[in-house]
């Protein structure tokens, strides 16, 4: 095995793309404010409303996971006290967790004190253990059963921090730093938010910025008022929660956190809500005014409808004796039994806590001594914490990595389906290639190992009629400029042969903005096939037709993608720069993958039936 780097970030022949974490790109400004004020003020029990900067907070006696009880009081000779409300399970407050440990080292013997608050009603006292032991968490992590603390300092949110002077009046709240949000990992924070304002209470001076934005989960907050309504958790909300989200949302699965309890759901409630009001859960971006698609995953009007009734109305619980049967998942493979596993390497990948992750190549020989005939393919991550996506292709002997082989194979990405092709249907392999695995870590907090690998499904190549085509439209000799907020690139190809269009999957990296597909049929119509207004890096999928769709030899197939590189867009590695073609993800790449079958069998015996057009036998394409 061997690691290299490839200008090229291929994906499947069945258009299996991943490249892959929230729904929607970034809204605007406005949308987003807009967004996020329908949710607080939809919440029963919202913590008051006066100003929190000057609010003084009252003596309190919180219990550690040990037993061991803390009071403000205790801390009576530091000048600064830091209140760090964090939870277990979210994503952003996992993130930021080794960068609370090392401030209340870089304070150490300042007098200033760190305080780590969980006020969340579903994370119990041994999660809490867990949590500070993952995390190097030396100061107290303390346990705020029924969100009296939260409800005081006017905490909303996890990861959110209050910083106190000597009189304990909260000087700054807001977030740590602005390099994790919401989809968002920058390279680094532009601004220590939380580190600045303990240096300026520390020097006497009053905090220049009191207050920022803090995102992430809302506190899974205990109710207090008598839970109303018609819809409950055991009528309504678990079969729809089964229905829609325990598939990934399962103890083992990619999502952060199980939904399969009402235990479980209640602590996550104001979250759920917020993330379906703005489209974020469950991922999907097609615009439904084109196309129709297996894969669609959005919620209808009136499922919607039941999350906000069920949120408003306190979430009440319901018989139990009308919960569902739980739903039976298929545990391990999705494809039948694998007839080869390939691992990214003979041992595991070490991951850093912190930081961006590069995009890693591992280059593994699979041992083909004779051509072969794919009909199925699963990449599976071994880290599901870690893996934000897999990219697995095979390059064919003497093909040089980097010289635009289109010959990937599969992919992973949270919610895309493993590679399963149509009966008399599989992709070509030939003899002696080399399996490549594209790698996308992304740190959740703690050190990780991971060993991804690959399952392969062959078929007799006896049984093969048709050669899964998958196609590729690329520009890759763009230039966007910097601060450009609307770039646009496109790309187009000609088929020279009638296919039948089973996928669409776009690809761009952090810059991209929209993407559409369009066909210009050969008697002059122009047709919408796929259009994505909000592209998100983070939720790259394969969007699976409906129905298979004629396209006849001579359509042209036409890509357009737009690019943000100004300082509006919060993913942005850097507004100042010219931005072109390449395989990392400050970079950037323009391609609309498709997946296809030739319209009339051509495979006879796994020899393609055109001599002519493939030389006598089959070629990677």
């Known amino acids: 095995m061997r690691v290299a780097r490839i200008v090229l970030c291929i994906v499947s022949a069945a258009a299996v793309v991943a490249s892959s974490m929230p729904a929607f790109k970034r809204a605007s400004a406005d949308e987003e404010a807009s ?93 809490l253990a867990t949590y500070a032991r993952i995390h190097g968490i030396e100061f107290p992590v303390l346990k705020d059963a029924g969100n009296e603390l939260a409800d005081q300092v006017g905490a909303i949110r996890t990861p959110e921090v209050f910083v106190l002077d000597h009189e304990r009046v909260i000087r700054y709240r807001g977030r740590i730093d602005d390099q994790f949000a919401v989809g968002v990992k920058r390279a680094a924070a532009s601004r220590r938010d939380l580190a600045e304002a303990i240096d300026e209470l520390l ?22 008022r008598q839970a109303t309504g018609d819809v409950t958790y055991s009528n309504q909300v678990a ?74 109305g306190g979430c009440p619980e319901g018989d139990r004796a009308q919960l569902p049967e739980p739903k039976q998942y298929i545990e391990g493979w999705q494809i039948p039994e694998p007839d080869q596993v390939v691992y990214l390497g003979d041992e595991p990948v070490s991951v850093q806590a912190e930081g961006v992750v590069a995009y890693q190549y591992y280059v593994v020989d699979p041992g083909f001594t004779e051509d072969r005939w794919l009909r199925a393919a699963e990449a599976r991550p071994d880290n599901r914490s870690v893996v934000h996506h897999i990219v697995a292709f095979f390059i064919p ?10 010959g990937a194979m599969v992919g992973y990405a949270p919610g895309m389906p493993p590679v399963r092709y149509p009966a008399g249907a599989a992709q070509f392999i030939a003899a002696g290639s080399k399996m490549v695995f594209q790698m996308h870590y992304t740190p959740n907090g703690s050190p990780q190992n991971d060993r991804s690998y690959v399952g392969l499904v062959f078929a007799d190549p006896a049984t093969v009629t048709q050669r899964v085509r998958g196609g590729m439209i690329p520009n890759r000799n763009f230039e966007i400029p910097p601060g450009a907020d609307n ?28 993407f559409r597909y369009e066909a210009e049929y050969p008697d002059g119509r122009r047709e919408i096939l796929l259009d ?33 590189n100004s300082q509006s867009n919060p993913s942005n590695p850097d507004a ?46």
């Open 203 to 224: 020097a006497g001076k009053e905090v220049s910025v009191p207050e920022t934005p803090a995102e992430g989960c809302f506190i899974g907050r205990a109710y207090k």
């Open 532 to 564: 994505i207004p909000r592209y998100d890096f983070n939720w790259q999928l394969r969007y699976e037709l409906a129905e298979p769709k004629l396209l006849p030899e001579g359509t042209l197939l036409l890509c357009t993608a737009h690019f943000d």
């Open 397 to 406: 002997p003497g093909a040089k990595l980097g010289s635009g082989i289109r």
């Open 239 to 312: 079969r729809l929660l089964e229905a829609r989200c325990v598939r990934c949302h399962r103890p083992g699965e990619i999502a952060p956190f199980p939904l399969t309890s009402y235990d479980e759901v209640v602590g996550w409630a104001d979250t759920i809500r917020e993330v379906v009001q703005q489209g974020r859960m469950p991922p999907w971006f097609a615009d439904p005014a084109h196309g129709s698609f297996a894969n669609d995953a959005r919620l209808s009007d009136e499922e919607r409808q039941l999350v906000y009734q069920w949120v408003d």
């Open 576 to 621: 100042t720069q010219t931005v072109r073609w390449g395989d990392q993800t400050f970079e950037e790449m323009m391609i609309g993958y498709y997946g296809a079958l030739p319209a009339e069998p051509d495979v006879a015996g796994g020899v393609l039936l055109s001599e002519k057009e493939e030389g006598g036998r089959a070629k990677e394409e």
């Open 35 to 127: 967004a996020k004020r329908a949710a607080n003020e939809s919440r029963p029990d919202s913590p008051p409303s006066e100003p929190v900067i000057g609010r003084r907070v009252g003596d309190f006696s919180l219990r550690d996971f040990r037993g061991k009880t803390h009071a403000l009081a205790d801390y009576a000779e530091s000048k600064v006290v830091v209140l760090a409300f964090t939870g277990c399970q979210c994503p952003l407050a996992r993130l930021y967790s080794p960068r609370l440990a090392q401030l209340a080292e870089e304070f150490s013997g300042r007098q200033v004190t760190f305080l780590a608050i969980n006020s969340n009603r579903q994370d119990s006292l041994t999660e």
């Open 487 to 514: 770039h646009e690139v496109r790309s187009e190809q000609r088929l020279t042969r009638d296919l039948r269009l089973l996928t669409l999957t776009p690809h761009m990296h952090l810059r991209g903005k929209s």
